[in-house]
Every structure is written in structure tokens, then in C-alpha cells.
């Protein structure tokens, strides 16, 4: 039963700023890459940002560059992003997701966290 819990989100204006988290736990498998997905309401789901299993690789969207930040904390199995700056673009349910180390593919899923920003 591995799960991957998002939490932080919300309503704000724009300009405003969150932070949003994403705990694992049930894990069976060593955690290798994680990163944040977002999709709006009639749009395919898109990358955000990603961070290696050691923190000291990072990428991100163009759309969200000098604007978010991604990192992590491998004692407690968690993902974070700060968002500043928000857009009403950046509206859409964030998700974040997981790979084993060594893996390519993000096999697991959070089950996402509503972010709205109003102009």
C-alpha cells in the first residue's frame, strides 16, 4: 500500500505564494526521482518540476522557471514546491509522483491538490 499524500493547497490571488507537500509512505522500494504534475480543467496533464533521488538535480517548466522551487527530504520521504509569484494560469490540481531508484518511468501517483488563483 504505498501512498503518496499531496497537501498544501488553496485558494489565493495572484501574486500570492504556497507551499505544497507530498509525503510517501508504504514503501517497499528505494525512492528515486520525484516530481509535480499539474492539470487544468480541458487540459492534458503537464510536467512542473522534478528532483533527482539525491536533491542535487533539479528541472523545471518553462512556464514556472524563477518561479517555483522544488525540493526534498529523503529522512522523511517527502517532496515539497513552493510557488510564488502565482499566476491564474498556474490554476489546476497538483500531483506529485514518484520513481524507484534507478527507474525512468514515475510509477506511483498522490491523488492531487486543488490550486486556484484568482485575478
Known amino acids: 500500500q504505498v501512498q503518496l499524500v499531496e497537501s498544501g493547497g488553496g485558494l489565493v490571488q495572484a501574486g500570492d505564494s504556497l507551499s505544497l507537500s507530498c509525503a510517501a509512505s508504504?514503501?517497499?522500494?528505494?525512492?528515486?526521482?520525484m516530481g509535480w504534475f499539474r492539470q487544468a480543467p480541458g487540459k492534458e496533464r503537464e510536467f512542473v518540476a522534478a528532483?533527482?533521488?539525491?536533491?542535487?538535480?533539479?528541472s523545471y517548466a518553462d512556464s514556472v522557471k524563477g518561479r517555483f522551487t522544488i525540493s526534498r527530504d529523503n529522512a522523511k520521504n517527502t517532496v515539497y514546491l513552493r510557488m510564488n509569484s502565482l499566476k491564474p494560469e498556474d490554476t489546476a490540481v497538483y500531483s506529485c509522483?514518484?520513481?524507484?531508484?534507478?527507474?525512468?518511468?514515475?510509477?506511483?501517483w498522490g491523488q492531487g491538490t486543488q490550486v486556484t488563483v484568482s485575478s
Open positions: 508504504g514503501l517497499a522500494f528505494r525512492l528515486g526521482a
Open positions: 509522483a514518484a520513481r524507484r531508484f534507478a527507474r525512468s518511468e514515475f510509477d506511483y
Open positions: 528532483i533527482s533521488w539525491s536533491g542535487g538535480s533539479t
